[in-house]
T-cell receptor, first 111, second 113 residues
Framework: GESVGLHLPTLSVQEGDNSIINCAYS??????FIWYKQESGKGPQFIIDIRSNMDKRQGQRVTVLLNKTVKHLSLQIAATQPGDSAVYFC??????????FGAGTRLFVKA | EAQVTQNPRYLITVTGKKLTVTCSQNMNHEYMSWYRQDPGLGLRQIYYSMNVEVTDKGDVPEGYKVSRKEKRNFPLILESPSPNQTSLYFC????????????FGPGTRLTVT
């Protein structure tokens, strides 16, 4: 069935290191992918997105990579900071209609 | 300030007592959506709306109703709440279709006893 999952439920990194959060998706019809950050007590907040006709997109300190061959998505955060500690969700959108979220990865940043 | 608002933020109710959670956005967005968030399950889409009077089911629509009579509002209705609907609910909106950044509300924590 349709699913978006994450390889690791928690990730702990040292401040200043790079973080990589992975995500697997199963729906070949998905054409838009998004990463969201959710801090405690708040709604998800958009980080970066990528369309299926791209394989890489960069933002400020973040990069999203899309590998459609193996249906894999990753979020790279450069020079991770304490403020990056949160739960990160990948999500896929199918045809502009349904949105499917992964279960989330909790990122801990050690000072 | 561009935002999505939800009311109430917290609600404790009893089984079978109808309730409505309101959602409003001030960004003139066409697409609106409701999600529920449960531990270990991430966010699951309940219903979405592409525009006024256009709604469709997400992955977990059972036990919920929605309406979209105005562009800015997208209320979530639980006609007969049950304990398995205890959850954290988020409303979101985006410009155009769901292929754009979604802006989320602050969430509504619902407990059904």
């Amino acid at each position: 069935g349709e699913s978006v999952g994450l390889h690791l439920p928690t990730l702990s990194v040292q401040e200043g290191d790079n973080s990589i959060i992975n995500c697997a998706y199963s729906n070949s019809a998905s054409d838009y992918f998004i990463w969201y950050k959710q801090e405690s007590g708040k709604g998800p907040q958009f980080i970066i997105d990528i369309r299926s006709n791209m394989d890489k997109r960069q933002g400020q300190r973040v990069t999203v990579l899309l590998n459609k061959t193996v249906k894999h998505l990753s979020l790279q955060i450069a020079a991770t900071q304490p403020g990056d500690s949160a739960v990160y969700f990948c999500a896929e959108n199918i045809g502009g209609f349904k949105t499917i979220f992964g279960a989330g990865t909790r990122l801990f940043v050690k000072a | 300030e561009a935002q999505v608002t939800q009311n109430p933020r917290y609600l404790i109710t009893v089984t079978g007592k109808k309730l409505t959670v309101t959602c409003s956005q001030n960004m003139n967005h066409e697409y609106m959506s409701w999600y529920r968030q449960d531990p270990g399950l991430g966010l699951r889409q309940i219903y979405y709306s592409m525009n006024v009077e256009v709604t469709d089911k997400g992955d977990v629509p059972e036990g919920y109703k929605v309406s979209r009579k105005e562009k800015r509002n997208f209320p979530l209705i639980l006609e007969s709440p049950s304990p398995n609907q205890t959850s954290l609910y988020f409303c979101a909106s985006s410009l155009g279709t769901g292929r754009n950044e979604q802006y989320f509300g602050p969430g509504t924590r619902l407990t059904v006893t």
